[in-house]
């Protein structure tokens, strides 16, 4: 029996969560090593498993990856969740591109001071109604299709619902002007692997918080 990924990140979502949810999407049981000290982090330095001195990495068929987006295209080819063909790769990148670019702006969100909340609040909710929900709402209207590719599910139906959810977590009437992404929403919600790790008690991570980032810093050694 193959080894079970493991993924060396903070016990919080950040870069890692999409690797999360793409792995339980795909059904594949996963280990987490949770880095809490800086010595952990100097350790994974001194032993040349991190290739540009950075996490997330995640251990896979005999390799140690770096680097989110090459983690995530690896897992997708693996499980089938990234097309039939070239074409069709290039519209999946294109798709999880766009919810990548809006994750980024909520992810950096609890961070930032509280006189800058309010106005990058406004940001995610502008951006997110004007620019990428109505693409993906003409997607799926285009389609006439369950899924973003016709009736594949892939991994930009994975990463289009986690930024929902994660959008939704700043502004929960968000998908009020977009029924199709509604259907979508509860349609995917409703596959299998997806309910399970929706479930309490799964590897999904709750937003990050105050600790989330103390650990970080403490373990990349910032002020």
Not at 70 to 83: C, E, P, T, V
């Amino acid at each position: 029996m193959a080894a079970k990924p493991k993924l060396y990140y903070f016990n919080g979502r950040g870069r890692m969560e999409p690797v999360r949810w793409l792995l339980a999407a795909a059904g594949v049981e996963f280990e987490e090593v949770f880095l809490e000290r800086r010595e952990q982090y100097e350790k994974l330095l001194k032993d040349g498993f991190l290739l540009f001195q950075q996490v997330p990495m995640v251990e896979i068929d005999g390799m140690r990856l770096v680097q989110t987006r090459a983690i995530l295209s690896y897992i997708a080819a693996k499980h089938n969740l990234y097309g039939k063909d070239l074409k069709e790769r290039a519209l999946i990148d294109m798709y999880v591109e766009g919810t990548t670019d809006l994750m980024t702006i909520i992810r950096v969100h609890f961070k930032l001071p509280a006189e800058e909340k309010e106005k990058n609040l406004n940001l995610i909710i502008e951006r997110a109604t004007k620019r990428y929900f109505p693409v993906y709402e003409k997607i799926l209207k285009d389609n006439g299709q369950h899924f973003l590719l016709g009736n594949q599910f892939t991994w930009a139906d994975v990463q289009l619902i986690e930024a929902i959810l994660m959008t939704e977590e700043k502004e929960p009437t968000i998908l009020s002007q977009f029924p199709l992404l509604q259907a979508f929403k509860a349609r995917i919600c409703d596959v299998p692997t997806i309910k399970k790790f929706l479930q309490p008690g799964s590897q999904r991570k709750p937003p990050p918080d105050e600790k989330f980032l103390a650990t970080a810093n403490r373990v990349f050694n910032r002020k």
